[in-house]
């Protein structure tokens, strides 16, 4: 579960912005898109969060930031070498922050344990970290490390609640890696539920799909089947049936390129030797007598093979209480599609594990409809400049009763493209 998020000079994100998911007052209504923190302190969290805001405000790059700091800490320590330069972008229009560390934090609850996890970096290493943990609501310092650039020397503090070989993980820590990642690496169980929560953030960049080959391999289990289908149905998508066939791959059907060497498609051919691919199928409904007609899934539109790609993760997502974070999440998606997911990701029934939904759109028909909280509205814009600034509608105080929509294209909550006269 993901409590606040936070980046600084990162991309276009000079001064530190940070996105929240606690919900605000308890006044608020549709208090069923928001969920009680398995935490004492009686926080709640909201099940799902859109950013708003022109092309090229930030948005994409609020999302980079998660995928880059899920990566970094999956991978830190054991995709990197020794003097391998990290690949982070600072902001590059002020002449103090290119050289400055990017600096990222994350405070989100594991096993019913609140977490605040962090670290900054320079291309060349890790320049701090720290970890606080909070068991019972009381916060214990488990990790501080501090580079000095002017002694070339790490500071390290480890709190008296942190356990195990520290001098062993702390001595096998490369400058251009986390302790967190190699700590974890070499069997620290301590650390372990962290790990497991970046594990199950889920991070599509814009342009990416979830990937229909984890929905095709749910449907092979008929239960989760008979879920996705459902899912796709009720989206009024006319499929009567899913059907997932395994095919041999067929070497000599390969179309290899003319020019490659025969030895180079031997090697390949031999690979590929005996193995299957997972080839799925939709039925549809005909008035035809003789049955429905099968269709393969690559002469299927965009938005069907777009909403089977996010069957099965969303169905894992709330399943598992996983966190997904999609930019764009409207491409090739009709608006009442998008109201129909959402529906899905606040119904308390359905979303028992507490999944949340986090996406950055240009759709703002979801502003009219009874189905986002105030705080759940967020909106990206750049100053003069251009740096990101990320804000909540609730900075504005609108009335319960306003017109979000209207109030958002006449430019009172700012955000929009300034677009100048066209002169031919």
Known sequence: MLIEFSVTNYRSFLGTQCLSMAAGSKAEPLVENTFEAPTTGKLRLLRSAVIYGPNAAGKSNLVKALAFVREFILNSSKERQEGESIERTPFLLNADSKNQPSEFEIFFIQNGVRYQYGFACTEDRVTSEWLLVYPKNRAQRWLERNFDPETKQEDWDFGINFKGSKKTWKESTRPNALFLSTAIQLNCEQLKPILQWFKKLVVIEHGDLMGDEFSASCCEDLAKKDRILTFVQNADIQISNIVVEEEKISPEDIPFPKDMPNEIKRVIKKDLDGRTIKRVNFLHKTSDPSGDVPMDIEDESDGTLKLFSYAGPLM???????????????????????????????????????????????????????ILRRDQVWFMEKDENQDSTLYSLLEFKPRKNEALRRGYIQGRYGALPYIGEVRF
């Open 316 to 370: 894992d997502i709330m399943e598992q209480g996983r966190v997904l974070v999609v930019d764009e999440f409207n491409n090739s998606f009709h608006p009442l599609i998008i109201e129909y997911l959402l529906k899905i990701i606040h119904n308390d029934e359905m979303n028992r594990a507490n999944g949340q939904l986090i996406f950055t759109t240009h759709d703002t028909s979801l502003l009219d409809q009874d």
